[in-house]
């Protein structure tokens, strides 16, 4: 697993081993290419973030900062030593709650983000749920988006009350779903054509 592109191109990250799976390296650099200057400046948040890859690519591209939300212990110990290895600790903060424990938590102190990856494990219907609980929290920016990342055979739905299906991508057994805060759901995203 390596970084793509920006300030750390190239930068090998620890991995966990074991059951997770982690975003494949083309699947993040397909979403990146469709994200475009949308990333830079942009605060993130990072839902079940694993090894980070996803915030720690944001980073390397340019995104402000980034808060990493991830309660396995084996994948904090790695994400935190990815965090520290590229230099991005002053910049990032990790979370190590559940995601349904930590979204109130990030609400209650007022915080709001640009950009949102999600990328629960398949098949346990968690997609949909943080979906929604990111949409009735209001930490998604008026201007924000909302990257999730699910199996084929997890459909989601339209709306999730302020939140606006915009996109989807497939790459192999993986989608990728672009949601956006209502007022922002006239954007367009750019060409990067998945898997047909």
Request: glycine fraction near 10%; aromatic fraction near 6%.
């Amino acid at each position: 697993m390596r970084i793509i592109a920006g300030r750390l191109k190239g930068r090998r990250l620890a991995r966990v081993r074991g059951p997770m799976r982690p975003t494949a390296d083309r699947v993040r650099e397909a979403v990146f290419n469709i994200l475009g200057p949308v990333i830079l400046g942009a605060r993130v948040l990072d839902l079940f973030a694993g090894a980070g890859a996803l915030g720690i690519e944001a980073l390397s591209r340019g995104a402000g900062d980034a808060v990493f939300v991830e309660n396995h212990r084996i994948s904090l110990q790695i994400l935190r030593r990815n965090l520290i290895l590229c230099g991005l600790d002053q910049v990032s903060s990790v979370l190590p709650l559940s995601v349904a424990r930590a979204l109130p938590k990030l609400a209650g102190q007022g915080r709001c983000f640009d950009l949102v990856f999600l990328d629960p494990p398949y098949g346990r219907g968690m997609a949909a749920a943080t979906l929604m609980q990111l949409a009735t929290t209001g930490i998604v920016a008026p201007t924000g988006r909302v990257i999730v990342e699910h199996s084929r055979q997890e459909d989601l739905e339209e709306t999730y009350r302020s939140l606006v299906y915009m996109d989807q991508r497939r790459y192999g057994g993986t989608l990728i779903s672009f949601y956006a805060s209502r007022s922002n759901e006239s954007s367009d995203l750019p060409e990067e054509q998945g898997d047909n």
